[in-house]
């Protein structure tokens, strides 16, 4: 069922676009999904550009990696010279590492002006910045506020006011290519502090839950906020935050833009709950097509449901959908049934007839 | 860090409140959770009572059963006197088995009247749901409108119009202890149509997305619709559908309100999503950890945080946090560090002092 891209009711004057290697981020060009790698970086091997690789396949536009040493900004800037998409490094409190992040070639850093030092070495960081057509990132946290803004009482205002604070030094320095993130572990923060600075300011917004938690919890906190955001039309790039693997963090992120009508990209996997009625292993089969369903690059809707009583009929909005009846796997196409199978040979069945959309 | 429940401003007059046994839904009454029992009902044995209280347990406040035929109107009615908060019969198309878990105890119903048959079939149901001081919720499914109203271009008029037809059978014979369900598998279309019932009724609302996938999709378009909805003020009850156990589905409905802010209910845990700076296996404990909390009742926050630079800081406003440094885990109360201890006997040591909170 193509649907046209959502646009949503501008509220809003549109972001700035700071462009970052081949991806722009705001100015109206799509949202982007980033996740960050969550292993130290020691090596460039094959299993790292494997792991890379599946992420990307996943939907990940731009990846980030703490750079807590010299040496990480000089392997990033050796991945980067391997990639084709853009690399974020995550910079603190040491401005030589952010210096040699840009000098190697990393095209944005993630970094707190407040706390790179005095005047003085803000000023070379965004100097090489500029002259290497790199963009900053400035990450406003709730919990690492200074001590001072830490005692206001309105988080929101608090993490305005820092803004401000990192807003001056880059002002100070003409540095434009910037984008902002505020992010807190509460839901209700992290949307109220992202839609009052948009409304004040064009830089794009990053958006993002910060310790959301495990799987459960961080996805229901990360979908509530980042959709609520979304659906206004704020929010740049996104990145889902998980205790959990960077690819699942790739994949809600994809979700929460299609739940938004802001992405089409790859197959759209419904599937009903299954009750007491259901003749068919939902959660079994789901759990081993969705892998399948990955790298498919098919603008597609579809439906594995649990009765066939309801299961065609619910789903006739699907592409392609199965469910099941006794022994049997039906196969059904806008609602028809179109393939009988053995639930054995069931998955093999679906995914030639996916093949044939 | 204690802070009132959110009192959403008001967009809505208030729902009229049902009655369910001991439990009310909609009028102002905190807004409960539900679940579906996913397997064939068939006796009712410790397995079946050890499955409902575990569900129990981790919040749930109302859980339906398929009733496909008179055996499970019987069985219904039997457990229902084992319980003590409500059980729903979903039941189609067959009036007695209605009648039947009326007429044994079952306090809700899930049917839609237009499909129940004749008028005189509604009218049997309704008058016995009257008697017994029953309640009835009618689901209006985009996948399962009448024919004529599929062929209407726009789901959402399609499923106010099946709405308005359940609602002149209701009037019809006077019933009015309904809650309305309206569900698609698009989060837009979900709560388009939400708010579009919400602004001319005040029948209280189950709020849910239909086929709304496996775990990690399924989350996102729950958590992105429901939160939507409930931080206007809209819905009265949850139902968070997934292809998965029925307890996920209600530990995502209690955090799709605790980010609402309308629950406080147990533990909120907070990790961070952990990088290359990680010194504490964040995810590891977050699994171990999460199962111990369950059943703990206090009402505060708990963080498991990867690196000792940022994690007591980034969490100072949790009651209680964990970091690691070296092969040592740091544990922490309001940000200051209270207990240092070997890695294998972190999370003893961490529920030992949750205790003392």
Redesign the interface.
């Given at each position: 069922m193509p649907r046209p891209l959502?646009k949503p009711e501008l509220k809003y004057p549109p972001s700035r676009a700071v462009r970052v290697k081949n991806v722009t981020i705001g100015g109206g060009s799509p949202v982007t999904v980033q996740t960050?790698?969550?292993?130290?970086?020691e090596a460039i091997d094959d299993a790292l550009l494997a792991g890379i690789g599946a992420l990307r396949a996943a939907g990940c536009d731009i990846l980030r990696?703490?750079?807590?040493t010299l040496r990480?900004a000089e392997l990033l800037g050796e991945l980067q010279s391997r990639l084709d998409f853009p690399l974020v490094a995550?910079v603190?409190f040491d401005h030589r590492i952010a210096l040699e992040c840009l000098r190697r070639g990393v095209p944005k850093l993630r970094i707190n002006p407040g706390n790179i030092g005095p005047a003085w070495k803000v000023r070379e960081v965004l100097e090489a910045a500029k002259g290497a057509g790199a963009a900053v990132r400035v990450g406003v946290?709730?919990?690492?506020l200074r001590p001072a803004l830490?005692r206001e009482p309105d988080t929101v205002k608090a993490m305005l006011a820092s803004a401000e604070e990192e807003l001056d030094l880059l002002e100070k320095f003409a540095f434009s290519d910037t984008v902002f993130s505020f992010k807190s572990?509460s839901?209700?923060t992290t949307v109220a502090v992202n839609r009052a600075f948009r409304k004040s300011h064009d830089h794009p917004l990053h958006v993002g839950v910060?310790?959301?938690?495990?799987?459960?919890?961080?996805?229901?906190?990360?979908?509530?906020?980042?959709?609520?955001l979304l659906?206004e039309g704020i929010g740049d790039t996104v990145r889902v935050?998980?205790?959990?693997e960077p690819r699942?963090?790739v994949?809600?992120g994809r979700?929460?833009l299609r739940?938004?009508?802001l992405s089409k990209r790859g197959v759209?996997?419904?599937?009903?709950?299954?009750?007491?009625?259901?003749e068919f292993p939902?959660?079994e089969f789901?759990?081993r097509l969705?892998p399948r369903l990955a790298a498919f690059g098919k603008d597609v809707t579809v439906?594995?449901?649990g009765c066939p009583?309801?299961g065609p009929?619910?789903?006739?909005?699907a592409d392609l959908g199965i469910t099941g009846a006794g022994d049997r796997a039906l196969i059904f196409k806008k609602g028809a049934i179109i393939r009988r199978e053995l639930i054995e040979g069931a998955l093999e069945a679906f995914l030639e007839e996916l093949e044939k959309l």
């Open positions: 959502n960050m790698w969550k292993k130290p970086l990696f703490a750079a807590p990480e995550d603190h946290n709730a919990g690492s830490r572990s839901v209700e910060t310790e959301a938690g495990p799987l459960v919890p961080g996805l229901v906190k990360n979908s509530a906020a980042l959709y609520a659906s935050s998980l205790s959990d699942i963090e994949e809600a979700e929460i739940a938004a009508g759209n996997l419904v599937s009903c709950p299954a009750c007491g009625r259901s939902v959660r789901c759990e969705a439906a594995v449901m009583v309801n009929g619910e789903a006739a909005h």
